[in-house]
Nanobody, 122 residues
Framework: QVQLVESGGGLVQAGGSLRLSCAGS????????MGWFRQAPGKEREFVAA????????YYADSVKGRFTISRDNAKNTVYLQMNSLKPEDTAVYYC???????????????WGQGTQVTVSS
């Protein structure tokens, strides 16, 4: 069992930066692949980024590649999403997710956080 709590969302102007954090609890956090998804109003939830349990492998959606960076600190049971060069189309609720393997966390995660709102103004 893994519990996830996101933080760091807010309002930012286009071109600005935000860093989201996801604090995890539970014995399996350090061995879980982690991911970020987002859901904009009226749209389906979409994959944003994922990282393997060791941090050695990362994956990104094409829409955020080169602008967002996912990382993790297993000693702190925390995963991060650094978002730079933000655009209005990045506005969404961002969700942290955990899964048994990176292939799973990018498609059907086992656990979800409650989400944090990111709003990018033009």
């Amino acid at each position: 069992q893994v519990q996830l709590v996101e933080s760091g969302g807010g309002l930012v102007q286009a071109g600005g930066s935000l860093r989201l954090s996801c604090a995890g609890s539970g014995r399996s956090f350090s061995t879980s692949a982690m991911g970020w998804f987002r859901q904009a109003p009226g749209k389906e939830r979409e994959f944003v980024a994922a990282i393997s349990w060791s941090g050695g492998s990362t994956y990104y959606a094409d829409s955020v590649k080169g602008r967002f960076t996912i990382s993790r600190d297993n000693a702190k049971n925390t995963v991060y999403l650094q978002m730079n060069s933000l655009k209005p189309e990045d506005t969404a609720v961002y969700y942290c997710a955990a899964g048994s393997a990176i292939a799973r966390v990018t498609t059907t995660p086992d656990y979800w956080g409650q989400g944090t709102q990111v709003t990018v103004s033009s």
